[in-house]
T-cell receptor, first 116, second 111 residues
Framework: NAGVTQTPKFQVLKTGQSMTLQCAQD?????MYWYRQDPGMGLRLIYY???????DKGEVPNGYNVSRLNKREFSLRLESAAPSQTSVYFC???????????????FGPGTRLLVL | RKEVEQDPGPFNVPEGATVAFNCTYS??????FFWYRQDCRKEPKLLMS???SGNEDGRFTAQLNRASQYISLLIRDSKLSDSATYLC????????????FGAGTRLAVHP
């Protein structure tokens, strides 16, 4: 049971290049999320998918697109990378904690992206 | 004003000390509350949920004060391994399970 996995772990891009960050979960969760984390700002939601076949914008969606390929996989695409997209990207899936009512989120190990 | 505010620290404490962190949130409609732990260059991991009645998990105690809109985390008998950043998380429902993260409080436990 791997939980949430992400690839790649690190990536360096030049301005204008594109790339796709991959995420997969094996916890049978319906909801999946993409966040970015920048120093002093906390995690900010980029996009989310409440269930297979649906995606919606979060707090900072500009410059990104997503695909919910199936229940397990949720990818994030940068079509034309910019230096402002240098960040650490975390994927998460949502499930309940110890059978409690409220849902919480479980995170992948992250992708460190540097855009030059 | 940020939706979830935390003192960034760092809190530098000796092993065995008791340390407490507070977190305030601005939206009174917040529904669920959590503390996450994040080690350097790692992903956030759920530490514990926070219930209105307060809850304890070993050396960790979490409290919620809805009237004052703050959450606290108390760590007793600090260990070196407790050194990390502690993230306060507040959730809302409404379309999706929206989590709002504080920027985190850094704890450094020294020998």
């Amino acid at each position: 049971n791997a939980g949430v996995t992400q690839t790649p772990k690190f990536q360096v891009l030049k301005t204008g290049q594109s790339m796709t960050l991959q995420c997969a979960q094996d916890m049978n969760h319906n909801s999946m999320y993409w966040y970015r984390q920048d120093p002093g700002m906390g995690l900010r939601l980029i996009y989310y998918s409440a269930s297979e076949g649906t995606t919606d914008k979060g707090e900072v969606p500009n410059g990104y697109n997503v695909s919910r390929l199936n229940k397990r996989e949720f990818s994030l695409r940068l079509e034309s990378a910019a230096p402002s997209q240098t960040s650490v990207y975390f994927c998460a899936s949502g499930g309940t904690h110890r059978g409690a009512f409220q849902e919480t989120q479980y995170f992948g190990p992250g992708t460190r992206l540097l855009v030059l | 004003r940020k939706e979830v505010e935390q003192d960034p620290g760092p809190f530098n404490v000796p092993e065995g000390a008791t340390v407490a962190f507070n977190c305030t949130y601005s939206n009174s409609a917040s529904q669920s509350f959590f503390w996450y732990r994040q080690d350097c260059r790692k992903e956030p991991k759920l530490l514990m949920s926070v219930y209105s009645s307060g809850n304890e998990d070993g050396r960790f105690t979490a409290q919620l004060n809805r009237a004052s809109q703050y959450i606290s985390l108390l760590i007793r008998d600090s260990k070196l391994s407790d050194s990390a950043t502690y993230l306060c998380v507040v959730t809302f429902s409404g379309g999706y399970n929206k989590l709002i993260f504080g920027a985190g409080t850094r704890l450094a436990v020294h020998p």
